[in-house]
């Protein structure tokens, strides 16, 4: 029984052993596109009908959100090859010509991110965008990690992304799932974390923004 088991374990240890490596997280970029449509039913065919034009670009389509407050106002992300490529589509005349079709009644936001940290395994269907300005990436990290995980998870967020500005670093992107919206919204707007906020040196009033999955 002794040589069964024992042979069992080093046959268990040679499973894990020769189990294949994760692929090293390569950091990537990201474009954030948002704006006000006139009408959503309207707008998402001719989204749907450029994404030729996207892969044409190095676009590939991540997330397409509609605001919780105001579901009119959309928000699309795409990962990108390249930032300059990505700069050219923004201005690109067939963009500007889709989107006066579709109904866009907003003068477009586009901010290109680093995505340095990213959580694809979360699928959640609502989600918050914070993004602010700190003083000090590296000592404002510090405190975001102190305060971990774990500690959103019980407010109800997960960890989906951490993306710092293509053209200023110390614009701090955060991405988090929400699974339960008000645990999310009571933590987020708390006291607590106003204060925890203002020690990682944060810079200005964060923009807090919650999202729905676009269907």
């Known amino acids: 029984t002794a040589t069964t088991t ?3 374990s080093k046959a268990a240890d040679s499973n894990i052993a020769s189990a294949p490596a994760q692929p090293e997280f390569i950091p990537f970029e990201v474009l954030e ?11 998402k065919p001719f989204f749907d ?5 996207r892969k044409a670009n190095g676009l590939e389509d991540l997330a397409v959100g509609r605001n919780v407050d105001n579901p009119q106002n959309i928000l699309v992300a ?3 090859n390249s930032a300059e490529v990505a700069k050219a589509f923004t201005s690109d005349p067939k963009l500007k010509e889709t989107m006066e079709k579709a109904g866009v009644v907003s003068r477009p ?8 940290r990213y959580n694809p395994a979360s699928k959640e269907k609502q989600w918050v965008i914070i993004t602010h300005k700190v003083k000090d990436f590296d000592a404002w990290v510090k405190v975001f ?6 500690q959103r998870a019980g407010e109800g ?5 951490l993306a710092r500005g293509v053209d200023d670093p110390n614009n701090v992107h955060i991405v988090l799932d929400i699974t339960d919206m008000a645990k999310a919204k009571a933590a987020l707007f708390s006291e607590s974390k106003k204060q925890l906020m203002m020690s990682a040196g944060i810079e200005g009033k964060p923009k807090i923004e919650f999202y ?4």
């Open 145 to 150: 990690d102190q305060e971990g995980p774990a």
């Open 33 to 43: 596109i948002t704006h006000i449509v006139a009408d959503y039913a309207k707008w």
């Open 78 to 80: 795409l990962k990108v």
């Open 109 to 116: 936001s586009f901010e290109l991110f680093k995505v340095i």
């Open 49 to 53: 009908a450029d994404g030729v034009n």
């Open 6 to 8: 024992t042979d069992s």
């Open 212 to 215: 729905t999955s676009a269907e």
């Open 157 to 161: 967020m997960v960890d989906v992304a």
